[in-house]
């Protein structure tokens, strides 16, 4: 979903530029963090405004939900209601607006991780993922302004493929592990396979990016797809 706003680049000048949504998929361990960073500075070097943000989380009311989510037992059902009520005060209060006002928009995670963890992972029912991501996700701006259920979902979806084995040796000793992160293997392996469900269902807006190499080789990698797929000159 692209919206038009105005912005000011480091020239002076006035263009109009679309925002542009970029997620970072992938398990724990997988060096998401790094890039996004390193993304974002590129972004800012060009004269676009850049917002950082993440899932679940990103304002005050979905930071608390995501502490829930994280840390607290509770059915499986429930958990999900929690991360798509945190991910619609998300899309309203964050991400549409940043994105009508020409904004570049960075979330470490999207919903491509719920299909992924608590779909995939937990084998929470993924039609009810489907209908509830078209419910959450329309653009209540769009509707109001248009008469049109425009679906917000990122333009490109970055997906750091680690396999589990690797991530779990990274993550060893680094901190004190939440219920998502102190899981197995197995629950890892099938998360992994849950992206990469997701990515055969919509590969035009995925990039896989293997992220099992250096970090100087796995950032040359998201370099070229931004620069072939993305606005970054």
């Excluded at 943000?53 to 607290?72: D, K, W």
């Excluded at 979902?153 to 690797?166: E, G, H, K, N, R």
């Excluded at 919509?202 to 797929?229: G, H, K, Y």
Aim: hydrophobic letters at 40%; a negative charge; glycine letters at 8%.
């Amino acid at each position: 979903m692209n919206t038009t706003g105005q912005l000011t680049n480091t020239s002076g000048a006035n263009e109009l530029m679309s925002g542009f949504f970029v997620s970072f998929e992938g398990i724990d361990g997988a060096g998401k963090s790094t890039h996004i960073d390193a993304l974002a500075k590129h972004f800012q070097m060009q004269g676009r405004v850049v917002t950082l943000t993440r899932e679940p989380g990103g304002t005050p009311l979905s930071e608390q939900l995501r502490e829930m989510v994280l840390n607290e037992p509770m059915d499986a059902m429930t958990e999900v209601l929690l991360v798509f009520a945190a991910r619609r005060e998300h899309l309203c209060r964050v991400i549409s607006p940043a994105l009508a006002r020409g904004e570049v928009v960075l979330c470490d995670r999207f919903t491509d991780a719920t299909f992924a963890y608590q779909g995939a992972g937990r084998g929470f029912d993924l039609e009810i993922l489907k209908i509830l991501e078209r419910w959450v996700q329309t653009n209540p701006a769009a509707t109001a302004t248009h008469g049109c259920k425009a679906l917000i979902q990122p333009d490109l979806t970055f997906w750091f493929d680690l396999p589990a084995q690797v991530a779990a040796k990274r993550l060893t000793g680094a901190r004190a592990p939440d219920k998502f992160e102190a899981q197995s293997q197995a629950f890892f392996e099938r998360v992994s396979n849950g992206y990469a469900m997701r990515l055969a269902e919509d590969p035009e807006r995925f990039a896989r990016i293997d992220a099992d190499q250096t970090p100087d080789l796995v950032w040359q990698a998201v370099e070229r797809v931004i620069r072939s797929r993305g606005p970054l000159s």
